[in-house]
């Protein structure tokens, strides 16, 4: 045994000695043999709670749509993406020709089935669709939903399942498939925890009650080929035929693992992608944001209402704030404060049996991603012909730790004040250019707007007092303003 | 009631003659003689199995040969003669009712061992509890789980929804007519809009006490965050649901019409599944056998 060990020990140092090679090996003596086995490297993670974003993949993706009619007479549609804009044309063709073959070959898989259930006849198929998306397309890893469908008469369409979904996964540097080991550390068993994740769900919602009738034996655990997909919110399992415990029904279900469960275990995001090393022909990446920990929980929902009035309420928390002091802020927001009991007796005088008149306060989340908040909290209220709207708008930046204002959104300031201006005449608004001017300086250095990541939405209060109140916001994309002019996309 | 008096005696006197037989019963099935069968979801594999092996097909050829059509509808094919035999839980009243509506009696044969499980945290170090203390627990009695031996924490005893198959146990063979207080809510997105007040669900946190049946959890995958309640010391295993030594039982029941012939092909299905050489492929198709 101490001979061993002193061979694996003198391997040890002698890998360290020659440590600049490229590959990491682990050496095992099995007699006279030395058996060499290459050991993945595994680069630094980042803990997820820690990732602010991710990057979008700099790839232009264009859709194919083909028509066409078989040997069987049947009319088909076949749509698939293609994908342009890889350093690597060899990959991006193995790429293309994938997802091409993929979506045309899942429409004999699933005609097979149908043949199978000796049910299916052809001369009933009125149509035939295979259908590909690109659902994911972050940090070099494209997720891609296949789908195949064959269209038969109503009457019997319910009869037997006509419709075929998988998902599959790329990696963009080499262009191979992902497995779902590859999402997670290398030591870490990923198995043991979905298992574990998947057994909770299945108590939580009833799959093991015989009387629901969704399983036929104990839950199997996941198969070395489980089908799964990736998006930002969840890793999700597709229970298709492999998982043969779960009663089978057109559409797989899915069971959707949330990030935060997965943690740190997740490899997906630093494994294929490098920090300044780009795999495309475009050299400038736009930020995508990850979810922050902050939620709001709903705990009031009050929907009344008679033929004199309706009323819509939504109160409730703001959990996991980084700050005490804006979290304690952000609650007193959320709070209802209007005199609802003064709107219903109000309501009610109006004469006739049905009026307009209704009040609503919501909170409408904006952004909650990459350390940014933009919430609005808005009181709305129509009595009779009388409309009035009460909103309060909050951004937060928690990775500065301060709140945000318009400015603070773009690089330069000048250019985008130039495309707010220009966005807002062409709205053709009872106010002049030179309200317009004044507002916007004004609107530039405070918080009363909102954004998200695709644009902002902007209070015109400001700039003329004349504006009714469907007039009083704009929404303007940053696409007007170049991506490339918005500090946290960039 | 009466009626089910006969029917266990029945019962009882077919296990008996059945396990005074040899091991294997010289029961030979073809495709067009094998009885139409139905059934519930959870009997499914024990079905496949039964008919793969006593017709020598496929797993393959078994899951397109057999077609169970859940409980409910079952006991309805059974009724109207679409089905001679079924594999399914006990019939509800409802069920009773429509059988007696057709003017068909029921004969209803346990065919595997069944039990009721009580669920905690694996990290939970209270191992086991008493009948009594369960039902004092779902009554709002005990509340805390240091009046069980284990940490000074609150005791959250979940629930099932209404007219589920785990509640009906919990309320006819648990709390056997006691009123089972109110199970803990929570708020759920409702499918349109808005937040609807529901069941809480099971969470596994160190506070909570769950149920489910034998069957599907017990292997809860590996277990590896949840453990079983002893009940009055005993721990639900095949041995000792087999036994009857686990407080908790129940079955899985074949379902026939009582006027079927005594050679008939649902008859020589149910001789054979009661054999030794039946109950030895329940077992291996997962279930507790009988003995």
């Given at each position: 045994m101490i001979k061993k060990l002193s061979v694996i020990l003198f391997f040890a140092c002698f890998i360290g000695l020659i440590g600049c090679e490229q590959e990491t090996t682990v050496l095992e003596i099995k007699g006279k043999e030395v058996i060499k086995t290459p050991v993945e490297e595994v680069k630094a993670i980042m803990p997820l709670k820690d990732r602010r974003y991710v990057y979008h993949n700099a790839i232009q993706v264009e859709e194919k749509n083909i028509q066409s009619t078989g040997q069987d007479k049947v009319p088909k549609t076949d749509h698939y993406p293609t994908?342009?804009?890889?350093?690597?044309?060899?990959?991006?063709?193995?790429?293309?020709?994938?997802?091409?073959?993929t979506a045309q070959n899942l429409l004999p898989q699933l005609e097979e089935e149908l043949k199978n259930n000796g049910k299916n006849d052809i001369r009933l198929y009125e149509h035939k669709y295979t259908d590909a998306y690109i659902t994911y397309s972050l940090n070099n890893v494209i997720f891609v939903n296949y789908s195949a469908r064959v269209q038969m008469p109503y009457n019997i369409y319910n009869e037997y399942p006509t419709y075929k979904w998988i998902s599959e996964g790329y990696d963009l540097n080499t262009g191979e498939e992902l497995k779902l080991s590859d999402l997670f550390r290398p030591d870490m068993d990923y198995k043991k925890k979905i298992n574990n994740y998947i057994c909770q769900?299945?108590?939580?919602?009833?799959?093991?009650?015989?009387?629901?009738?969704?399983?036929?034996?104990?839950?199997q655990g996941i198969r070395e080929d489980q089908s799964f997909t990736f998006d930002l919110e969840a890793l999700r399992i597709i229970l298709d035929e492999k998982n043969d415990e779960f009663v089978s029904r057109e559409y797989s279900d899915i069971?959707?693992?949330?990030?935060?469960?997965?943690?740190?275990?997740?490899?997906?995001?630093d494994k294929y992608s490098e920090e300044g090393k780009s795999i495309y022909q475009k050299e400038k990446l736009v930020k995508k944001l990850l979810p922050n920990q902050i939620e709001f929980k709903a705990d009031n929902m009050i929907e009344e209402g008679n033929h004199k009035y309706y009323i819509g309420i939504t109160e409730g928390k703001f959990i996991n704030v980084p700050d005490k002091n804006i979290e304690k802020k952000l609650n007193e927001m959320v709070a209802c404060k209007y005199d609802v009991q003064g709107f219903i007796k109000k309501a009610e005088k109006i004469e006739g049996e049905t009026t307009n008149s209704n009040f609503g306060h919501y909170i409408n989340i904006f952004t909650n991603a990459?350390?940014?908040?933009?919430?609005?909290?808005?009181?709305?209220?129509?009595?009779?012909?009388?409309?009035?709207?009460?909103?309060?708008?909050?951004?937060?930046?928690?990775?500065?730790?301060?709140?945000?204002?318009?400015?603070?959104?773009?690089?330069?300031e000048t250019k985008a004040s130039n495309v707010i201006l220009k966005h807002i005449k062409k709205l053709d608004l009872p106010i002049s250019e030179e309200a317009i001017q004044n507002g916007l300086k004004e609107t530039l250095e405070s918080s009363d707007f909102n954004f998200d990541e695709a644009g902002i939405a902007l209070n015109l209060l400001s700039m003329g007092e004349k504006l009714s109140s469907n007039q009083n916001w704009a929404w303007i994309s940053f696409e007007e303003f170049g991506i490339e002019n918005i500090r946290f996309l960039n | 009631m009466k009626r089910i008096s006969l029917i266990a005696l029945v019962t009882a006197f077919a296990v008996i003659i059945t396990s005074c037989s040899p091991g294997g019963m010289n029961t030979v099935f073809t495709k067009d003689t094998y009885p139409k069968v139905d059934g519930s979801t959870a009997t499914i594999p024990l079905s496949e199995n039964t008919a793969a092996k006593l017709l020598s097909l496929t797993p393959e050829q078994a899951r397109v040969f057999i077609k169970h059509n859940t409980t409910h509808s079952a006991y309805e094919n059974l009724i109207s003669g679409k089905a001679d035999i079924i594999f399914v839980t006990e019939p509800s009243a409802d069920e009773l009712d429509l059988a007696q509506k057709a003017n068909i009696e029921l004969e209803v044969v346990p065919i595997v061992k069944e039990a009721f499980v009580f669920l905690v945290n694996k990290q939970n170090p209270v191992d086991t509890i008493s009948v009594k203390q369960l039902q004092e627990i779902y009554q709002g009695k005990i509340v805390n789980w240091t009046e069980l031996g284990g940490p000074d924490k609150e005791i959250i005893p979940y629930q099932r929804p209404e007219n589920s198959g785990s509640q009906t146990i919990m309320e006819n063979i648990v709390m056997k007519g006691l009123k089972i207080m109110d199970a803990p809510k929570e708020l759920k997105p409702a499918e349109m809009a808005g937040l609807i007040e529901v069941i809480a669900s099971y969470d596994n946190s160190d506070k909570a006490l769950g149920y489910s049946v034998f069957y599907f959890a017990n292997s809860m995958y590996n277990k590896e965050t949840i453990k079983f309640v002893k009940v009055d010391g005993v721990e639900p295993t095949n041995e000792t649901i087999k036994s009857g030594q686990y407080p908790y039982t129940s079955a899985y029941y074949a379902v026939i019409r009582k006027n079927e012939p005594k050679d008939s092909n649902a008859r020589k299905l149910l001789a054979w599944l009661l054999s030794n050489e039946g109950q030895k492929l329940a077992e291996q198709s997962g279930y507790v056998p009988l003995r």
């Open positions: 994908i342009s804009g890889l350093k690597n044309i060899e990959v991006q063709d193995k790429i293309n020709q994938r997802l091409k073959e769900y299945l108590i939580e919602n009833n799959y093991d009650d015989y009387s629901r009738e969704r399983m036929t034996k104990p839950f069971i959707s693992i949330p990030l935060e469960v997965l943690g740190d275990d997740l490899y997906i995001f990459g350390g940014l908040l933009s919430i609005a909290v808005s009181d709305e209220v129509f009595l009779g012909s009388h409309h009035e709207l009460y909103k309060t708008s909050f951004n937060y930046d928690f990775n500065s730790n301060r709140e945000i204002r318009l400015k603070d959104i773009f690089i330069d | -």
